[in-house]
């Protein structure tokens, strides 16, 4: 399987992205999708995770209310919509894929759940 990031970019405070994320393989629909982001001097923290069976979606506190996650499997792509974004958004942003899928909804807020990763967008939110 094989991640391929976009969408990142430089943004002023309040503005609005969509990352984007490809997949390779013909059993996307059933990965569980997640996105997690890393600034610098910081761990990786989870961001949003979409569940491949019901398509329940999972957000961090810090960004509920203001990114969507979403997939098209007829694309083998899922999306990061980001709004209202803060200098604290600044990251560089990983989308993962979990296959074969847990089914345990917090498990997916954990990188070790997941299998593979894309390469990563850089995301800078000015203030």
């Known amino acids: 399987v094989q991640l391929q990031a976009s969408g990142g970019g430089l943004v002023q405070a309040g503005g609005s992205l969509t990352l984007s994320c490809e997949a390779s393989g013909r059993t996307f629909s059933i990965y569980n999708m997640g996105w997690f982001r890393q600034a610098p001097g910081k761990e990786r923290e989870f961001v949003a995770a979409?569940?491949?069976?019901?398509?329940?979606?999972y957000y961090a506190d810090s960004v509920k209310g203001r990114f969507t996650i979403s997939r098209d499997n007829a694309k083998n792509t899922v999306h990061l919509q980001m709004i209202s974004l803060k200098p604290e958004d600044t990251a560089v942003y990983y989308c993962?894929?979990?296959?074969?899928?847990?089914?345990?909804?917090?498990?997916?807020?954990?990188?070790?759940?997941?299998?593979?990763w894309g390469q990563g967008t850089q995301v800078t939110v000015s203030s």
């Open positions: 979409i569940r491949w069976k019901d398509a329940y979606t």
């Open positions: 993962a894929a979990d296959l074969p899928p847990r089914s345990i909804l917090s498990a997916l807020r954990t990188p070790a759940s997941y299998d593979y």
